[in-house]
């Protein structure tokens, strides 16, 4: 009976050593900050990818000329980063406050990041506190085409860039004067150059 109750207590031991050392090596507090975490996770770790320079794009001045920029989808997916092909091919919506666009107060043009025509002054640039860079008039008014959009239970003006069709954002009647509108814009959709 003894040795029964030696070789028992020798086992609840050993257990405890080898379960109470498997949990101390996968305690999330002792993993290595290099380490992956043993906990699964229902959203996948993201990659982090290196910074890439803005892809090389030709800014076209003025008022459209009329010469349409047509490319098929697989094309523009390739040019394009991701969340700029899910807005100006897919009629995506960026989420409000995350372009860097909203906090420029710089003298310049807002250009389709797509294409690159002019579409937007910053002097027609105001805050309405929505979360998108918005302005009260375009650069030139054939530089946009306006389109009914009826995805939501309500009507809206859908703004795509006259040049290459592709998606901007919408226009309200709610903006300041001169015109009373708001062209609400997705940052992504657009490309900045400042004035010299």
């Known amino acids: 009976m003894r040795h029964l109750f030696t070789s ?5 031991v050993l257990t405890f050593v080898v379960v109470g050392g498997l949990a101390f090596t996968f305690s999330p ?7 992956a975490s043993a906990e699964p996770s229902a959203t996948p770790a993201r990659s982090k990818k290196p910074v890439t320079a803005e892809r090389e794009l030709a800014l076209t001045d003025g008022e459209f000329d009329g010469n349409e920029l047509i490319k098929p989808d697989a094309e523009w997916k390739r040019e394009l980063s991701g969340p700029a092909f899910y807005v100006l091919r897919q009629e995506g919506t960026e ?11 710089k003298d310049g043009t ?3 990041e797509a294409c690159g025509l002019a579409l ?5 640039k105001f805050d309405s506190g929505t979360g998108w860079p918005s302005f009260y008039e375009p650069l030139f008014k054939k530089n946009v085409k306006e389109k009914i959009d009826r995805s939501l239970d309500e009507e809206r003006i859908e703004i795509e860039c006259a040049r ?13 004067e001169p015109t009373g509108l708001r062209y609400c814009m997705n940052g992504v959709a657009m490309r900045f150059k400042a004035a010299k």
């Open 120 to 124: 937007f002054s910053s002097k027609a």
């Open 110 to 112: 807002f250009y389709c």
């Open 29 to 35: 507090a002792n993993a290595s900050p290099n380490a």
């Open 95 to 105: 989420r409000p406050y995350t372009s860097p666009l909203n906090d420029i107060k």
């Open 164 to 176: 290459c069709h592709s998606h901007l954002g919408h226009v309200f009647d709610d903006g300041p």
């Open 8 to 12: 028992f207590a020798a086992f609840l």
